[in-house]
């Protein structure tokens, strides 16, 4: 018995014929629109349904919960690619998983945190995918680099290609 919603395949496939159709209908390029099932808060067996349905990228904003998730899925499944992304705010002691683990970190916004990143990516690993994240509206509750500032440029040249 499935511990997600019934029919999460279907439901995978007609949003993947969403994406397809929209693409087509604004002019994209054909499978340059993904999307990034977010995972946090459900257990292994909740992604394991998952990957039987064909999904292969991952989002998370819980250092520990995504790593052991990452261990898992290496060690259960090793010729299985999954690219798993940290999103949300990444307070700098939590830097180390992240490089260690992650494919891609969608949010950073300060220079300290970036150059961490970098330096603590191991040399056998790809390069860390990264999103640099820049404040273009007046909310103060929103957060990242200001445009006008520009250390976003700095920050992207911390990253090894």
């Avoid at 257990?43 to 349905?53: H, N, R, S, T, W």
């Avoid at 999904?55 to 060690?75: D, H, L, P």
């Avoid at 690219?83 to 969608?106: C, Y």
């Avoid at 994240?133 to 040249?157: A, F, N, Y």
Wanted: proline share 6%.
């Amino acid at each position: 018995m499935s511990i997600l919603k019934p029919g999460l395949e279907e439901r995978y496939e007609r949003v993947k014929q969403s994406l397809a159709d929209d693409e087509m209908r604004f002019g994209r390029e054909p499978g340059s629109v993904f999307l990034l099932p977010i995972s946090k808060t459900f257990g292994i067996d909740a992604l394991e349904e998952a990957v039987k349905c064909g999904m292969r990228a991952f989002g998370e904003n819980y250092v520990q919960e995504g790593c052991e998730k990452i261990e898992y899925f290496k060690k259960q499944h090793p010729d299985l690619e999954i690219t798993w992304h940290f999103i949300g705010h990444l307070q700098s002691n939590k830097t180390r998983p992240v490089a260690e683990h992650f494919d891609w970190v969608q949010t950073v916004e300060r220079l300290k945190i970036a150059q961490r990143l970098s330096e603590q990516r191991p040399a056998d690993m790809p390069p860390l995918n990264v999103l640099i994240e820049v404040h273009i509206s007046d909310e103060e509750s929103k957060s990242g680099c200001q445009p006008t500032s520009r250390p976003w440029l700095k920050l992207s040249h911390c990253f090894r290609t």
